[in-house]
C-alpha cells in the first residue's frame, strides 16, 4: 500500500508558476510509474505527465514545454513544475503511482494509488 500525499497548489495569476509535491509513503522510484494527472469542474480527468523508474517522462500536448516531472533526491519526492500558467490549467491536480504507468482510456484513469488532490487556481 501506497500512500500520496499533494501539497503546493494555490492560485496564481496568469503567466505565473506554481510547483507540486507529491510525498509517498514508500520509496516509489526504483518500484512505481508516477504520474499527475488533473480534473476541472465538468470536464474528465486528463494526464498531465508521467515518468517511469527509468526517469523517462512524458507530456500531455497541452503543457509541452511549461510543465516539467522530476523526482526528488528523497526518493519518495514527485514533483511538477509548472511555469507560465494559463487560466486553461486551472484544475484539481492528483499524483498517481502504478507499476504500470498510469494512463487514461475511454473516460477513465487508471493508477494503483492516488492522492487526494491540490487545488490551482489561475487567474487571468
Known amino acids: 500500500q501506497v500512500h500520496l500525499m499533494e501539497s503546493g497548489g494555490g492560485s496564481v495569476q496568469a503567466g505565473g508558476s506554481l510547483r507540486l509535491s507529491c510525498e509517498a509513503s514508500?520509496?516509489?522510484?526504483?518500484?512505481?510509474?508516477m504520474a499527475w494527472f488533473r480534473q476541472a469542474p465538468g470536464k474528465e480527468r486528463e494526464r498531465v505527465g508521467f515518468?517511469?523508474?527509468?526517469?523517462?517522462?512524458g507530456y500531455a500536448d497541452s503543457v509541452k514545454g511549461r510543465f516539467t516531472l522530476s523526482r526528488g533526491s528523497i526518493k519518495n519526492s514527485l514533483y511538477l513544475q509548472m511555469n507560465s500558467l494559463k487560466p486553461d490549467d486551472t484544475a484539481m491536480y492528483y499524483c498517481?503511482?502504478?507499476?504500470?504507468?498510469?494512463?487514461?482510456?475511454?473516460?477513465?484513469?487508471?493508477?494503483?494509488?492516488w492522492g487526494q488532490g491540490t487545488q490551482v487556481t489561475v487567474s487571468s
Open positions: 498517481a503511482a502504478d507499476l504500470r504507468i498510469p494512463i487514461c482510456s475511454r473516460g477513465n484513469c487508471f493508477a494503483a494509488y
Open positions: 514508500a520509496n516509489t522510484a526504483t518500484q512505481y510509474n
Open positions: 515518468i517511469t523508474v527509468a526517469g523517462d517522462t
